[in-house]
């Protein structure tokens, strides 16, 4: 799979990491970065190489909940009422943007994220399985856009990001560009399916099966409470938290190619499932402290059990 992605994309490795270890893990990521960095790329591709459905919504101020879940639809010709699904019924859904459209439409994601399930005139309609969101937001432009609530940003099991390639990395892309390459046009570029919906539900069954010593569920622990005790902290991890740096640290394991999982497995995953779950203290803000330096230097100060 990774050389299906280097046929299109050029860098961004910490990105393509956080992607499948949401995946593997059945869980949904929250995707920041500026425009063209290559956002609703990488998950197009993520769809293409593993055989899944793929579809994508655009989040605008008008966008209603109905737009996402679905309605239903009355036939007057024989009085009946049918269901039309909405585009949240896919293997793969891109929520674009996902900050420019108002909280009560945001919302309509939550059972999704949380449920694999909606519900439509109050009956509960299931998803394919499997699921995951991948939502985007541009962490520059705030104009007309609506922070997260805390309870949506909690359902997100990582966040990664997009940064700008390197020199080298951009002047490849220039000379793929020059070359006639169009990163639009993915049948052209021979980017095929690699995998199927059923491998991938099968990876996910094996990463549940990953091992973790009781000494690793106790560091995990640690980790999660240490949040909630720093000094900087408004409102640290929850117990979901915790839950999804154990499975976070089952799917870096299995992508390492082991059945167990090791202190490095978390603190590898660790800042993409923290991050964007913890406040920080307003005083904190204003002296430069975001949740990247508050997890950094929690790692260094929980010690690791030794392997």
């Known amino acids: 799979m990774q050389a299906g992605l280097e046929r299109v994309v050029v860098g961004n490795e910490q990105l393509v990491f956080a992607l499948l270890v949401a995946l593997l893990a059945e869980g949904h990521i929250l995707v920041e970065g500026v425009p063209g960095t290559a956002k609703t790329l990488f998950v197009r591709m993520l769809a293409r190489l593993l055989g899944l ?11 209603m909940p109905s737009d996402i879940v679905g309605t239903n639809v009355f036939d007057p010709r024989d009085a009946t009422f049918s ?4 585009p949240v019924f896919t293997n793969l859904l891109l929520a674009d943007e996902i900050n420019r459209t108002p909280p009560k439409t945001q919302s309509a994601l939550l059972e999704a994220m949380e449920e694999r399930q909606v519900t439509i005139d109050g ?3 299931a998803l394919p399985a499997p699921f995951m969101v991948c939502a985007t937001q541009n962490p520059v432009e705030y104009e007309g856009t609506y922070p997260l609530p805390e309870a949506q940003l909690d359902r997100f099991l990582v966040r990664g990001r ?4 390197s020199a080298l990395q951009e002047r490849e892309l220039i000379a793929r560009a020059v070359g006639g390459f169009d990163a639009r046009d993915l049948d052209a570029a021979g980017v095929t399916a690699v995998a199927s919906a059923a491998d991938v539900r099968a990876a996910q069954a094996d990463v549940r099966a990953v091992f973790l010593a009781e000494s690793l569920q106790a560091y995990v622990y640690a980790i999660v409470a240490a949040t909630r005790a720093a000094v900087d902290v408004a409102l640290g991890a929850s117990p979901r938290a ?3 740096l154990v499975r976070a640290t089952q799917a870096a394991a299995a992508i390492d190619g082991r059945p167990f999982a090791t202190p490095d497995d978390v603190k590898s995953v660790a800042p993409l499932v923290l991050e964007h779950r913890l406040i920080a203290r307003p005083e904190a803000e204003l002296d430069g402290i975001d949740g990247h330096a508050i997890v950094a230097r929690i790692l260094a100060a929980v010690p690791a059990p030794r392997e």
């Open 53 to 63: 459905e793929f579809r994508r919504i655009a989040f605008t101020p008008d966008l």
């Open 123 to 125: 009956e509960p309609q």
């Open 242 to 244: 915790g839950l999804a």
């Open 83 to 86: 269901l039309r699904r909405g």
């Open 162 to 165: 997009t940064a700008y390639p």
